[in-house]
């Protein structure tokens, strides 16, 4: 018994202050540790949400592996040891995926945290070498390396992945719909916003340089209706059929 109480209170000091209450709440307070200088506690939040925070509210999933590894790589930038924890931390996740292990999570945490690090080119290497081993597992990657994809211009990649626009659309509107409904500051409003109109506007050019312009100019008039966008509305399609 006297054991079993040492293992109770080992356990309930190693929680964090705040749970499943808020996330959000518990993010915001480790912001206010950076600010405030207090690097190392601010840190093993970091890490702790990073670990453990879909635990408990599987909503932040959209949060995790965005605004909660953009305030940690503010906190590397003060403070090079939380860098170096992130970059151990994606060196890790990476190592389990080469070794065929891990789930499509992994490789998406694996993605996210290359970008934050300014590191989006070892996510391409990564799916390449990943693809020449296993393309049915590649295939079910897909859908957390197209951004970087076609941010870096590997279109020879994205015409072998994207097929069904209209199902890449709806999966894009579907998303959008989820994250607006969850987020409150108006900086996540808006980040939403902007992530939906980056899908769509990659749906379109690869929906138009491999020919398929009715469909370019489908999903085109379809994100117009859910977001007034000026980038979005002054896309210009090059296939013969968008101008049809």
Same mark, same amino acid.
Request: aromatic share 8%; hydrophobic share 40%.
């Given at each position: 018994m006297k054991n079993l109480i040492i293992i109770l209170s080992l356990l309930t000091f190693s929680l964090p202050p705040l749970l499943a209450e808020d996330m959000q709440a518990y993010l915001r307070e480790t912001q206010k540790l950076t600010k405030a200088g207090k690097y190392k506690e601010a840190l093993e939040r970091h890490v702790w949400f990073h670990d453990h925070s879909l635990e408990h509210e599987s909503a932040m999933a959209g949060v995790r592996l965005s605004f909660a590894l953009m305030y940690w790589k503010k906190l *590397?930038?003060?403070?090079?040891?939380?860098?170096?924890?992130? +970059? +151990?931390?994606?060196?890790?996740?990476?190592? !389990?995926?080469?070794? *065929?292990?891990g789930d499509n999570s992994l490789f998406q945490d694996v993605a996210s945290l290359n970008r934050t690090l300014g590191e989006d080119k070892k996510s391409i290497e990564l799916f390449k070498k990943i693809e020449s081993k296993d393309s049915q597992r590649a295939e079910?990657?897909?859908?957390? !390396? &197209?951004?970087?994809?076609?941010?870096? *211009?590997?279109?020879?990649?994205? &015409?072998r992945y994207v097929k069904d626009f209209s199902k890449n659309y709806k999966i894009a509107y579907a998303d959008y719909?989820?994250?607006?409904?969850?987020?409150?500051?108006?900086?996540? &409003?808006?980040?939403?916003?902007k992530s939906f109109v980056k899908k769509c506007i990659q749906l379109i050019t690869v929906a138009d340089m491999t020919g398929h312009g009715d469909i370019?100019?489908?999903?085109?008039?379809?994100?117009?209706?859910?977001?007034?966008?000026?980038?979005?509305?002054?896309?210009?399609?090059?296939?013969?059929?968008? &101008?049809?």
């Open positions: *590397g930038d003060a403070y090079p040891p939380a860098l170096k924890k992130m +970059e +151990e931390i994606r060196d890790a996740k990476q190592s !389990i995926l080469l070794d *065929g292990k079910r990657l897909w859908l957390y !390396i &197209k951004d970087t994809v076609f941010e870096l *211009g590997e279109y020879d990649i994205a &015409k719909l989820r994250d607006d409904a969850v987020f409150e500051k108006s900086e996540m &409003k808006n980040w939403n916003r370019a100019l489908e999903i085109k008039s379809k994100a117009l209706d859910v977001v007034d966008d000026d980038k979005l509305r002054n896309l210009k399609l090059k296939s013969k059929a968008s &101008k049809q």
